[in-house]
């Protein structure tokens, strides 16, 4: 059975920046194309990063970019986002989430995912 397992998240001023983490177990982490979605308060589930199985190809959305890294590191089973130069759009619930099948295309589609995390909070105070 998989899970997913995030942490890190918190309270932070905005230009401040925060890391999180997201381990996988119970199957092949190299084989899974992972990705980071974020919620917003009152809003929808919305992508912020992913990077593809095996080596790796990440992929942001454009609110992000620049700002945020995703990277995984296959040994260890994890994938972290380290989010920098944080601001009060940022705020949401942070979803790790997981698949072993999806495409490149639908790396952006939280619908493409089979797993999920229960998510971590960030805040970011202006």
């Known amino acids: 059975q998989v899970q997913l397992v995030e942490s890190g998240g918190g309270l932070v001023q905005a230009g401040g920046s925060l890391r999180l983490s997201c381990s996988l177990s119970?199957?092949?982490?190299?084989?899974?194309?992972m990705a980071w979605f974020r919620q917003p308060p009152g809003s929808e589930r919305e992508f912020v990063a992913g990077?593809?199985?095996?080596?790796?190809?990440?992929k942001y959305a454009d609110s992000v970019k620049g700002r945020f890294i995703i990277s995984r590191d296959n040994a260890k089973n994890t994938m972290e986002l380290q989010m920098n130069n944080l601001n009060a759009a940022d705020t949401g619930v942070y979803f790790c989430?997981?698949?072993?099948?999806?495409?490149?295309?639908?790396?952006?589609?939280?619908?493409?995912?089979?797993?999920w995390g229960q998510g971590t909070q960030v805040t970011v105070s202006s």
């Open positions: 990077i593809f199985r095996g080596s790796g190809n990440p």
């Open positions: 989430a997981g698949d072993s099948t999806l495409i490149l295309s639908s790396m952006f589609d939280s619908r493409a995912y089979d797993y």
């Open positions: 119970g199957r092949t982490f190299r084989g899974f194309t």
